[in-house]
């Protein structure tokens, strides 16, 4: 006696060979409720899978019986496989999920000055007459300079915050790195910056300011962006794209060529940078000497 277990699909057949060359088959399939329903013919050459016949073979009855689990088993497996291997085939291969590019803005020097000699005079029509004007270091001590020559305060202080770490990224919170300059006690306030990117970095300097005891403060940036949780006070323009500013044009060229982009990428993506507008001979002269990316 010989048994052969067959799978196709969702079903199993058993095939048994008798001694006296007779032969029986048992098909056993998963019904919706996950049970095995078993079908037993006694000629294979006229059953098939749409034949029902009685269960009458005692021997197929007890080796369902011992290893119905067994079946249950091999007959989900089988089912998965199929459906896995009809998904491979009717479905396309997913592209790899792409990186959001960033954009550059590259305000000249020309333009950043227009755009403070505006501000100072919405400063002075708002009005606010501020005694002290705190740049936010590094990125507010120019704009910081030219407001305080454009609205005529002679104190100037700084206030050093630790946050951005490369292009586009930061720490999780903002953190006051080194002290203020100079006493803000009972005086009205321009804290100032290039930028409102995430706006946590002016929170945390306006928080501290109030509790170092300043009367008011009011914010300044040159731009905003406007997912910034801190609105300012003043901002002559509003972006969504990476500004690289004159004061830090080598810093972000050199976070590029450190990146582990490759050569060609970061080709490409000092590319855009010219594109946007950095003159490419400066560009050429920023970069000359700085490591090239491996």
Request: glycine letters at 4%.
């Amino acid at each position: 006696m010989s048994v052969k277990v067959m799978s196709q699909s969702s079903s199993l057949s058993f095939h048994v060979q008798t001694s006296n060359n007779s032969s029986r088959i048992t098909f056993c399939s998963l019904n919706k409720g996950g049970e095995v329903h078993f079908e037993t013919s006694r000629d294979s050459s006229r059953c098939g899978y749409g034949t029902v016949c009685p269960l009458n073979c005692e021997f197929i009855e007890k080796i369902a019986s011992h290893f119905s689990q067994l079946v249950v088993l091999c007959l989900r497996a089988t089912t998965i496989t199929t459906r896995i291997e009809r998904l491979n085939r009717t479905q396309k291969p997913n592209s790899p999920k792409e990186a959001p590019t960033i954009q550059y803005e590259i305000p000249t020097w020309n333009q950043i000055y227009d755009m403070l000699i505006a501000q100072a005079q919405k400063i002075q029509t708002s009005p606010y007459n501020p005694e002290l004007i705190v740049a936010i270091a590094r990125g507010g001590l120019v704009p910081a300079r030219i407001l305080a020559d454009l609205l005529e305060v002679t104190q100037i202080a700084t206030l050093q915050v630790e946050f951005y770490v490369d292009i586009a990224q930061t720490k999780a919170e903002p953190t006051i790195k080194h002290a203020l300059t100079a006493p803000v006690q009972g005086k009205k306030v321009l804290l100032v910056d290039d930028i409102a990117d995430t706006g946590k970095s002016l929170q945390v300097t306006e928080k501290y300011l109030k509790n170092q005891g300043a009367q008011e403060v009011r914010c300044a940036t040159i731009y905003f962006k406007p997912q910034s949780v801190k609105k300012p006070d003043y901002f002559e323009k509003e972006t969504d794209s990476w500004v690289i500013f004159p004061w830090d044009t080598k810093e972000t060229l050199r976070c590029i060529t450190r990146k582990q982009l490759g050569k060609r990428q970061a080709n490409q993506e000092i590319q855009k940078i010219v594109k946007a507008g950095l003159p490419k001979q400066l560009a050429d002269k920023l970069l000359g000497g700085m490591q090239e990316p491996k």
